[in-house]
């Protein structure tokens, strides 16, 4: 028997998170039966999808059950195993429940080189997030030399690398981020042409006027609401939006009205196109091969939030979705 | 000279295009200069997109001039040439003016073969509109056998043949349309399973419930506004919607608001798409080719309203706008 301490879902969440729709608990995991392994999480990665997975809302993937322990893109240690594909002591990367210890069947979850990044790493620059943003820049937003591309979460954990890909195909890259540090870092580090705050800017359309003075041709979309409607009205003929989240709307109880007129989509011959990564690990390889190619060359940065403790998830979930973080967020766990 | 009657923009419309944005005149045309020909007007196709170009919004096409005729795609015949391309007798297809006669440097003009089908449907079932559903629904809508399209103006000159070319390519195809009799016909004659009439079901929504029950996985959207907001909520994973029209939205003064919970697209992985059929006249031999042939096999129906008389263009293009037509609408002129 092994304890591991586990964050279960409590109640559901009606408008903004809140503390009390995470529950901490001690349980007793028994020995890995026939084809289990038993699982240490090291790091645990925290991203804005899991907001609409604590609803009941139809999604992409189905809800967090209640009064049972979420579930996250993890890096663990095999401790125990019953399974032949896994060893005491691998390295492993896949779902693991917010939890110390998780058992396992295996299923989803495959081993990783330790020695090539940090662990942490592997959910972030190297991992899920990284690329989602290889995909929607690669095969949706595909910007051409000289074009304009924008990236609503400029520093975001996807934000980062897709402006940066935008940036290495030769687009001109505007953002937007939370804070000055964030927008000083997004120019600084990760080569944006600009960057603007969105939270002390009153206005999106102006900034996006004062900065992207030839209109824009590539929308790469994580945040939706009022940034995306100010976006949508200045894309470009032909312009293409990759939609990968809407983390300002996923608190909304009333659901925001989309940007108006639409005809636009007509005028301007858009695509706009939803993608959800997971629909695309066939690419996996290609996108190690470029992108892990770009980090050993050091033609990549990347930035992260390492919050120390399984304990602080839920706090630090709330900070992600208000945007208190920098870069990927994930938690240390144990 | 010859005395040419035309029709010209008076006024940009505030709303609802009016009588008095038209105003109907005489001219004298002198003789063709070096290069030009003379054509005479047979028949001039009416088509929704001509109301955005009536005000001054930024568009695809330019907008029409105030107090120079409207122009539009037409039938004519040549009746005088100063041009080595074209002979006195030729039937010609391209953009002419809303008049009896029109001058022009024949560039985007050319000559038809007007025993291959009647004058007017080279307007039609053998033109833009048909060639606007072939592309449409081969390049984007891309239905599989058993898949689910809605055609949003199930019967309107583009909507008719769209509907039918889902049809045989084994999807099945539900539409709407303004009256029973136009649902009936595109039920009868076109093939489509199902189709609800627009101006006496309450709810678009429940009209979808009852008739998509699988949902839907592709959808031709000519019409926007509410009717579009119910299909793009219904739309199932991986969905797509060529965006060809939006017409109930060309008279409105403040713009509609866009479909509520934009995170939809990505939930679902939506592709919408934007087109103008312009954009892709390289593809027409193609369109030609295989459409032709249906009409040849009589595997393609065709539905066409003709109105007598260039005086009567304005009064039928605001009856096109509230969808009084039925089917492909071209004036006979002269």
Same sequence: chains 1, 2.
């Avoid at 559901?12 to 995991?29: H, I, M, S, Y």
Wanted: glycine share 12%; aromatic share 8%; charged share 25%.
């Amino acid at each position: 028997m092994t304890d591991a301490m586990q964050v279960v879902l409590a109640k559901r969440p009606a408008g903004d998170v809140t503390a009390d729709c995470f529950r901490q608990e001690t349980v007793k995991l028994p020995a890995p039966r026939d084809g289990e392994i038993l699982v240490r999480t090291r790091f645990l990665s925290l991203d804005p999808y899991m907001r609409p997975r604590m609803t009941e809302m139809r999604s992409y993937t189905p809800p967090f059950e209640l009064e049972k322990p979420l579930t996250g893109g993890s890096v663990g240690e095999v401790v125990e195993s019953n399974n032949p594909r896994f060893a005491r002591g691998d390295a492993v990367i896949g779902m693991l429940n917010w939890a110390t210890h998780t058992l396992h069947d295996g299923r989803g979850l495959r081993k990783i080189d330790p020695s090539i990044a940090p662990l942490s790493a592997h959910l972030g620059v190297l991992g899920m997030p990284s690329f989602t943003a290889w995909y929607g820049m690669k095969q949706i937003c595909k910007p051409k030399a000289g074009e304009t591309v924008f990236v609503s979460a400029a520093t975001g954990a996807v934000g980062q690398v897709a402006g940066q890909l935008a940036k290495l195909a030769g687009a001109r890259v505007v953002g937007c981020a939370g804070d000055d540090d964030k927008c000083a870092w997004a120019m600084r580090e990760a080569g944006y042409d600009a960057c603007f705050n969105h939270k002390t800017e009153r206005e999106p359309g102006a900034a996006l006027d004062r900065l992207c003075p030839q209109g824009i041709d590539a929308d790469f979309e994580n945040v939706g609401g009022r940034i995306f409607h100010a976006v949508f009205e200045r894309l470009n003929n032909f312009g293409r939006v990759a939609f990968c989240g809407a983390i300002s709307e996923y608190q909304d109880q009333k659901p925001m009205a989309g940007p108006p007129k639409m005809f636009t989509i007509v005028q301007r011959r858009l695509t706009i196109q939803g993608f959800i990564i997971s629909d695309h690990i066939s690419s996996m390889g290609d996108f190690i091969s470029e992108v892990g190619g770009l980090l050993k060359a050091g033609k990549l940065k990347s930035r992260e939030t390492v919050v120390e403790g399984l304990a602080r998830a839920p706090e630090a979930f709330m900070g992600l979705l208000r945007g208190a973080n920098f870069g990927k967020l994930v938690v240390k766990v144990g």
